[in-house]
């Protein structure tokens, strides 16, 4: 006989789980990265990378090292090219058989969700557009859990307890 869909669901307030047919490799590639507590990099079809470092907390800096893929067009020894940016500097690349390792330091300077970029040149021409993508949460929403290659290397002096004026309450 046929097999009612009320008898699948679990009682009470329970997670509710799609009949097996449905589950298509969109949602389970989407559920798998939700448990994915490394940063992400994807490229673009111009050869760009995205780098998404997750929660990051305001007026915080981190040190975030990641890793991209082989670049044809740079070869070897890659090095960063000079960016006007405050917020995120690169401080070593290394090259290793799966590809260059990148570490930067970068500072959440404003809440929301903030793309840095930077440039990676190698002998060639060419160079390499890096955007750091971070979600900043505000001051008051605790701290994020941080992903495997962030790491949280202190806080903007403004904030700092040691450094307020705050006496506490009288």
Request: net charge neutral; hydrophobic share 35%; proline share 8%.
């Amino acid at each position: 006989g046929l097999c009612h869909p009320q008898a699948a669901r679990p009682k009470g307030p329970g997670v509710r789980f799609a009949p097996e047919g449905t589950r298509g490799g969109t949602t389970f590639h989407f559920k798998s990265s939700l448990h994915d507590s490394a940063v992400m990099v994807t490229q673009d079809k111009d050869g760009h990378f995205l780098v998404k470092v997750g929660f990051l907390k305001i007026l915080h800096k981190y040190e975030i090292t990641f890793v991209l893929p082989p670049v044809s067009r740079l070869g070897k020894d890659v090095c960063p090219l000079p960016v006007p940016n405050p917020n995120l500097r690169v401080t070593n690349v290394t090259s290793l058989p799966e590809g260059h390792s990148v570490r930067c330091e970068y500072t959440a300077h404003r809440e929301g969700v903030l793309k840095e970029e930077l440039l990676l040149a190698g002998h060639g021409p060419g160079h390499v557009k890096v955007t750091v993508q971070a979600r900043v949460m505000d001051r008051h929403h605790g701290t994020p859990m941080l992903l495997d290659g962030v790491r949280c290397v202190g806080a903007e002096l403004e904030y700092d307890s040691e450094q307020s004026d705050w006496h506490g309450f009288d």
